[in-house]
């Protein structure tokens, strides 16, 4: 769904104000969860968006003129496809949405931002059964891959880095960082 559970968000604020990125890509930001909670903390942030559902960008107000923006620039499109360069940021976030493409496209997804030069990577994923299909016409909505928090821990884990890890009890959160 657009939308993601309170789990960890206070934790992954607490990550934020500890590194204050100046350049973030939200990877699927749906309604804008991390944008809308980080943004005030932190003025200045050059804020990039890589949705693959375009009406999102209206229904939820990622960019307008008429208002504060939440996202300097958007990028429609599969993040799969994406050019290298939207990940060499000072923060890339991916949070819920790693468990709406195969694991390994997921796994292939987190080695090329760090490849590309992503200082800090926070990724969020439910760690519980989450069957999910198409949402209000968006069929990228599904989940494919149920993650659990091992199986995250070794993805992270082999990046090389260091990561620190919040297990709730439906979502696990990662800050992975290059060190």
Known sequence: MPTSDTEGKDWSLEWFKRHLPNTVTDVGPGEGTYAKLFRPVHEGVWWT?????????????????????????????????????????DLVIAGDVLEHMPREDAVALLERIVAAGAWNILVSVPIVESVQGEVDGNPHEEHVHQWDADGMDAVLGGLGGQVDSLRGSTLGVWWWNRG
Do not use: G
């Not at 990028?75 to 060499?88: C, I, K, M």
């Open 49 to 89: 968006a890589v949705e693959i559902h375009k009406p999102y960008i209206t229904k939820y107000k990622l960019k307008s003129t008429k208002t504060r923006t939440m996202y300097d620039e958007i990028h429609v499109e599969d993040v799969r496809e994406s050019a290298d360069h939207l990940f060499y940021r």
